[in-house]
């Protein structure tokens, strides 16, 4: 079996149209991280915490595999998501059971599609959700022209990055280019070497 680290670098780069940024404005009393019009509590973060830790250890993966610690990797995560989301809604993007179904197959760089989503962040109870989202993001990237379009490309950057997340404090202090910088008591921020899992 692959190591995970391996398939969240693959998922990097298979992700790498889009940047991860981040501003500073006033968080809302008990979110993790507020994404666009949308929140993100820090009761929601703890349940997929435990949820993706339990599916971890059931794949028999070590959380040291991880490129972030497994709080911060699974907020980036659900962040992603919730912009995935918000887009899809803002142009009017469908996803069918049978693109889930399709897409929920796929193996990735991980070898099987288990993996391939505990490499993303994802437990297998958020997995559905996870994969519309993603699928959406896939087809608006074609509704504007293409992946291998520069334009098309450059278009959903922006559509994108307008929608600024924001992450508590207690969570660590984010920087575009090199993520969490001060990860506080959820453990050390990843090597500088290692680039965000996605986006």
């Known amino acids: 079996m692959k190591s995970i680290r391996v398939a969240v670098a693959a998922a990097a780069v298979g992700a790498s149209f889009v940047a991860l940024t981040a501003c500073s404005s006033p968080m ?3 979110a993790a991280a507020v994404v666009g019009s949308r929140r993100i509590s820090a009761a929601d973060l703890n349940r997929n915490v435990r949820e993706y830790e339990a599916a971890l250890k059931k794949a028999g993966v070590q959380p040291s595999q ?3 610690p497994m709080t911060q990797f699974v907020l980036l995560r659900m962040t992603e998501q919730s912009r995935f989301e918000q887009l899809a809604r803002k ?3 469908q996803v069918s059971e049978a693109e889930i179904d399709a897409a929920a197959k796929d193996p990735g760089q991980a070898g099987s599609p288990e993996m391939n989503l505990l490499a993303k962040g994802v437990s297998p109870g958020n997995a559905r959700a996870f994969v519309r989202a993603e699928v959406g993001l896939t087809k608006l990237a074609d509704k504007f022209g293409g992946r291998q379009n520069q334009q098309a490309i450059a278009k959903l950057t922006q559509e994108y990055n307008s929608i600024k997340p ?3 404090p207690r969570y660590g202090t984010f ?10 008591r959820f ?3 990843a090597p500088q070497d290692q680039q965000q899992p996605q986006g």
Do not use: I, W
């Open 28 to 30: 809302e009393a008990g």
């Open 175 to 184: 920087d575009q280019q090199r993520g969490f910088l001060d990860a506080g």
């Open 66 to 68: 991880l490129p972030l």
């Open 187 to 189: 453990g050390k921020a």
């Open 91 to 93: 142009f009017g993007v």
């Open 166 to 168: 924001v992450f508590s």
